[in-house]
């Protein structure tokens, strides 16, 4: 797995809670740190909404996630500063009910041990029918180390009790989401078990709080 060293923090200031927890959790974040290897979109970037599409009005903006979770969506993203809680994450799932236009333009996230990327540029896994589509909305860690669907796997964030294997599964698909899609933020209720501290001596990554 290739070592995270030197990501940027982005600066407590900076941050934009999404969901209901915001103003509860402002206190206890004191970073949301982007992963090196992912460059998302500067905010002098043609890309503000979107891998797909830009947003160019409040209306498009609002097909991504539903009003109430909207606050600083999708302008945080440029610089990955989206502080997300789980159940605002729910909303950037496929299973949300939803016309089928606003299935068609909804953004997708997946979360990894707390980083959160943006998997619309794959809608055939994780959008409708496709093969990773429970994934989408959810801290997937642990669904990822043991290469389970199951409903238990995919609700939770324990990854404490891994094998030595599942963790090596693991950090191989860190290294490949970072490669892959644009981190646009964190996950402040994540829950694993283990202290980031752990997974970085095990990893050789730089993960942050």
């Not at 740190?33 to 979109?41: D, H």
């Not at 896994?125 to 801290?139: D, H, I, P, V």
């Not at 989401?177 to 209720?189: A, F, N, S």
């Amino acid at each position: 797995a290739a070592a995270l060293a030197g990501a940027a923090g982005v600066g407590v200031g900076a941050l934009v809670m999404i969901g209901p927890a915001a103003t509860a959790l402002a206190g206890a974040v004191s970073s949301a740190a982007p992963l090196a290897a992912s460059s998302p979109p500067t905010a002098d970037s043609d890309v503000t909404c979107s891998v797909r599409q830009g947003c160019d009005s409040d209306e498009a903006a609002r097909r991504w996630a539903p009003e109430s979770d909207v606050a600083g969506w999708p302008l945080c993203a440029a610089n990955a500063s989206c502080l997300f809680s789980s159940a605002a994450l729910e909303t950037f799932g496929s299973s949300v009910a939803a016309s089928a236009e606003e299935k068609d333009n909804r953004a997708l996230m997946v979360s990894v041990v707390s980083y959160v990327f943006n998997v619309t540029s794959a809608p055939h896994y994780y959008g409708g029918a496709g093969s990773y589509a429970a994934m989408a909305g959810k801290e997937v860690a642990r669904t990822l180390a043991t290469m389970s669907m199951e409903e238990d796997d995919l609700a939770s964030h324990q990854i404490w009790d891994l094998t030595e294997e599942q963790w090596e599964e693991l950090f191989n698909w860190i290294d490949k989401y970072q490669d892959k899609y644009p981190l646009v933020g964190r996950l402040t209720d994540w829950q694993p078990g283990v202290s980031l501290e752990e997974i970085n001596a095990r990893s050789g990554f730089s993960l942050r709080p």
